[in-house]
């Protein structure tokens, strides 16, 4: 079974400073990882995907994360927040585990101070 | 291209009362999802067509809810009676390919606020 944990529900950063949201995954098999950005009463948006290329992977907005196998981690970072940078982020795993499932993580709310 | 179109997109009705939800995916999109997302919770798959037909309903509660692709282009989700628990968002997304959204990620229409009181 796959599965998803966000640390931390909610993220308060000034803007400026670096954003760093927490992701843990767990998988039997080669994970798909996924980074998804959701801005209020909108759907939610590919930031940026691990597909065992590079283990850096680079988004839009400025975004990226790396994955490190050996902490089953995904965390996503950004040098310097913007005020635009306000939304609910979520991860999400998916793999081939007798039929291919995407599992998303409860979402960590990032808020941004002026 | 157009993105992936879903209406209302609010919706408030009484428990007990029948409601239904439309999507129409991006054109050429074989492969469509319907995902519920409950306030402070990710979004869990309800079911997924590819083309007309189901792949996985799961974890569809079938005692009331129920979707349909008819011509394997745009889809309807409806839940009769609802209850209080529905209330969620509704997303719909799609995806080229069969495994495209597993793989590379949804492209995720808006959503409908479902508030049943």
């Known amino acids: 079974a796959q599965s998803v944990t966000q640390l931390g529900s909610h993220v308060s950063v000034s803007e400026g400073a670096l954003v760093l949201l927490r992701c843990n995954y767990s998988s039997s098999v080669p994970p798909y990882l996924f980074w998804y950005v959701q801005y209020p009463n909108q759907g939610l948006q590919l930031l940026l995907k691990?597909?065992?290329?590079?283990?850096l992977v680079k988004g839009i907005n400025g975004f990226e994360a790396e994955f490190k196998k050996s902490e089953t981690s995904f965390h996503l970072t950004k040098p310097s927040a913007h005020m635009s940078d306000a939304a609910e982020y979520f991860c999400a795993v998916s793999g081939n585990t007798g039929g291919f499932k995407t599992i998303f993580g409860a979402g960590t709310r990032l808020f941004v101070k002026a | 291209e157009a993105g992936v179109a879903q209406s209302p997109r609010y919706k408030i009705i009484e428990k007990r009362q029948s409601v239904a939800f439309w999507c129409n995916p991006i054109?050429?999109?074989?492969?469509l999802y319907w995902y519920q997302q409950i306030l402070g919770q990710g979004p869990k798959l309800l079911i997924q067509?590819?083309?007309?037909?189901?792949?996985?309903d799961s974890q569809l509660p079938k005692d009331r809810f129920s979707a349909e692709r008819l011509k394997g282009v745009d889809s309807t989700l409806k839940i009769q009676p609802a209850k209080l628990e529905d209330s969620a968002v509704y997303l719909c997304?799609?995806?080229?390919?069969?495994?495209?959204?597993?793989?590379?990620?949804?492209?995720f229409g808006s959503g409908t606020r479902l508030t049943v009181v």
């Open positions: 054109s050429g999109h074989a492969t």
């Open positions: 691990y597909t065992s290329a590079a283990t």
């Open positions: 997304a799609s995806s080229l390919a069969p495994l495209g959204g597993v793989t590379g990620g949804y492209t």
């Open positions: 067509f590819q083309n007309n037909g189901v792949v996985d």
